[in-house]
């Protein structure tokens, strides 16, 4: 019998910037890819002060159409392929922040869809070192049976949740319900709603502009 290996991210985009001190892990949404959030970040970031690190998803989608995160069940994501994505990236960026010296409280992670669902599930599963922030963009929080999370072990994390208004994945409803969720645990909660489906709007980026400028520099 063969061992059964876990997957890891095997493509990254890198962005580096010389003197930066602080790292920004940006997490694509089902079938796109590592470039996809990386254009954004001369936008969000124009002043240079995070290197920026853009994985590819595990699961390559049939005919080139992008990657996915994980893998599905018959009622949802399969659990199992959820926490491997999970354990993944933990060690993708446990590899970046040491080769570069930079502690995960100086890491800022983020993503669209899946990639939102990704991060929130990093910071709060329990154990999980402090991260400077999360940037969540159309997302849910993570509820995977065998994932342990408490989103109050993280209490005080800058929160940056960006939802549509019209968005037929998720509802209104659920991304209001998901920030308070984060709000009773003690996060520091900046909402943004936008008048769009399943997206990404320019004003999003400028609204990410400014709050990860405003993050406390001592972090």
Known sequence: MSAVTSPHVSTVYRIDRDGADRLLFLFHGYSAEQHHLAAYVPLVDPDERFSAICPRAL???PDGDGASWWTRAANGPDPVSVRAAVDAVDALIEAETVARSIPRHRCVIGGFSQGGMLSLALATRIGAPRYAGVWAMCCAAPEVDG?????????????????????PIISVARAEATADRFDAAGWQVTRRPYAMGHTQRIEMMADARHWLAALDSST
């Open 59 to 61: 699961h390559d989608l």
């Open 147 to 167: 994932l342990a999370t408490d989103p109050a072990a993280a209490a005080g994390t800058p929160l940056l949740w960006h939802y549509g208004t019209e968005d």
